[in-house]
């Protein structure tokens, strides 16, 4: 059974950065795409980004441009290095594992959960 682990949550002011980490457990992490998703209070988990196990990128249109997600199958992790922070980002952000190379449904595998809030 896969396990993942989140950190590098934390207050930041508007404008600033974080790098999250998550470090995943398990066997033949490096065939697996994986992404990172958020939910803000009151709205339903969105997708943030996804990353192949070949390293090809997706985004969401609200993070493009702002947050890069990246992977080190050595040491089994995956970041998500966000930059020019918003308020709107505040949210606990979940690190996934897809079943397939390519983000192609619905992960079936989450992390806890690490929680970023942005201040204005």
């Known amino acids: 059974q896969v396990q993942l682990v989140e950190s590098g949550g934390g207050l930041v002011q508007a404008g600033g950065s974080l790098r999250l980490s998550c470090a995943a457990s398990?066997?033949?992490?490096?065939?697996?795409?994986m992404g990172w998703y958020r939910q803000s209070p009151g709205n339903q988990r969105e997708f943030v980004a996804s990353?192949?196990?070949?390293?090809?990128?997706a985004y969401a249109e609200s993070v493009k441009g702002r947050f890069t997600i990246s992977r080190d199958n050595i040491k089994k992790t995956i970041y998500l290095q966000m930059t020019s922070l918003k308020p709107e980002d505040t949210a606990v952000y979940y690190c996934?594992?897809?079943?397939?190379?390519?983000?192609?449904?619905?992960?079936?595998?989450w992390g806890q959960g690490t929680q970023v809030t942005v201040s204005a």
């Open positions: 996934a594992q897809y079943t397939r190379p390519t983000p192609s449904s619905p992960p079936p595998t």
């Open positions: 398990g066997s033949y992490f490096g065939f697996y795409a």
């Open positions: 990353i192949t196990n070949g390293g090809n990128t």
